[in-house]
């Protein structure tokens, strides 16, 4: 008895140590050892999806090369822990990765009981259903689902969406649910269920890889909220400011007309906007000191703007209307174009 009360002390002290470890300075950690350490899916196209060579690429990867970049000014800083849904969030609180980019929806829980915090949204999203137009011709809207098998994968606001939907709708269903991705896509494709359901961003990225996916549409409900963005431990402001102000000079690079080809040019600019993000001095002479209040170089935004580009140029490489997604910047159009994306003030 008195043992085992010892062995749960020792083992409480362990953890409390681990969890500290995982919480006391990631940017002076990352500094030594010398990369950031960046937890992504399994494999989803035009947000992190690694090719045979093992390079990844999408949208989430180009978010922890910019942070690499903003560090260390050298986006190859970087290396990749591939993750499943239900992995993720342990794999973040034990410090195993230091910041997970991972088709992560902001939530109230993720953000609060579960110890971390959102820096930011890279891409606004919602929940919404695949299904086989051959094989269901006459299905056009998600409120034609009752008693519909559905695919999708569990640790997802997905599962838990879609109960809510079919509930509030009076409809029935039946859950084919995998840990896997790989998994629930063969199920789809194998016909053991009708539909399949994830972020819609999801469903154009899986699509591609089903045989014929053009006869695969989706209809044209979202019965979800899912902002994506990218997620850190609770308990350590510095790195959550390197990763949040990471994200806000994306936006507002985009903002102001600064891209991966001009940036150079651009730091002659007579707009002081400009000058306070590419770390130009002051007008009046003074640094512009913005780099400083996160630990960084003062010419950190010009180090992502030249490695990754600007937030449009991210999203065009990785998921716009010339990648295999096709998909619009929507939601994800600037705010003075009609979009939710504004980046906070520097200065
Ligand atoms: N955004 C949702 C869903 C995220 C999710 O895991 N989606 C699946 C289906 S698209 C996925 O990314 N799978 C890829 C993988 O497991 O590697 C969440 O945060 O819970």
């Known amino acids: 008895m008195k043992n085992k009360f010892i ?12 969890a500290a470890a995982a919480n006391a300075g990631t940017l002076d950690d990352v500094r030594q050892k010398g990369f950031v350490q960046c937890g992504v899916s399994q494999g989803l196209i035009g947000f992190s999806n690694p090719d045979e060579q093992n390079n990844w690429t999408g949208l989430d990867v180009d978010f922890c090369r910019a ?24 794999a973040l609180q034990s410090g195993e990765i230091d910041i997970l980019s991972r088709n992560t929806t902001w939530t109230m829980s993720r953000d609060t009981s579960l110890g971390l915090k959102f820096a930011g949204v890279m891409y606004y999203d919602g929940q919404g259903f695949l299904i086989n137009s051959k094989k269901y011709p006459d299905v056009k809207s998600a409120l034609q689902l009752a008693g519909a098998t559905v695919c ?8 838990l969406n879609l109960a809510d939907f079919f509930k509030a709708n009076n409809m029935e269903y039946k859950l084919v649910a995998f840990e896997k991705n790989e998994e629930v896509l063969a199920a789809y494709k194998d016909g053991r269920c009708d539909v399949y359901t994830t ?5 154009y990225a899986e699509r591609l890889k089903l045989p014929n996916p053009e006869e695969h549409v989706v209809l044209p409900e979202l019965i979800s909220k899912e902002p994506l963005g990218p997620v850190v431990r609770q ?16 936006i507002n690079a985009e903002e102001l007309g600064v891209d991966s080809k001009n940036v150079e040019e651009m ?9 306070r993000l590419l770390g130009v001095a002051n007008s009046d002479g003074s640094a512009a000191g913005f780099g400083t209040g996160i630990g960084l170089d003062e010419n950190w935004a010009e180090n992502i703007i030249k490695a990754v580009g600007n937030y449009g140029e991210i999203f065009e490489r990785n998921v716009g209307l010339n990648t295999p997604l096709k998909i619009a910047r929507g939601k994800n159009a600037l705010w003075a174009q009609g979009g939710l994306q504004y980046g906070m003030p520097i200065r």
Do not use: C, H
Request: proline share 4%; aromatic share 10%; charged share 20%.
């Open 7 to 18: 062995s749960m002390l020792i083992g409480a002290a362990v953890s409390l140590t681990a």
């Open 67 to 90: 942070v690499a970049a903003a560090i260390f000014n050298d986006p190859s800083k970087v290396k990749f822990t591939p993750l499943s849904a239900k992995e993720r969030f342990t």
């Open 152 to 159: 999708t994968q569990t640790g997802t606001t997905t599962e």
């Open 199 to 203: 972020d819609q961003s999801g469903l």
């Open 235 to 250: 308990g350590d402001d510095a790195w959550f400011n390197v990763v949040k102000w990471t994200y806000f000079a994306l």
């Open 267 to 275: 730091k002659s600019s007579k707009n002081p906007e400009v000058q």
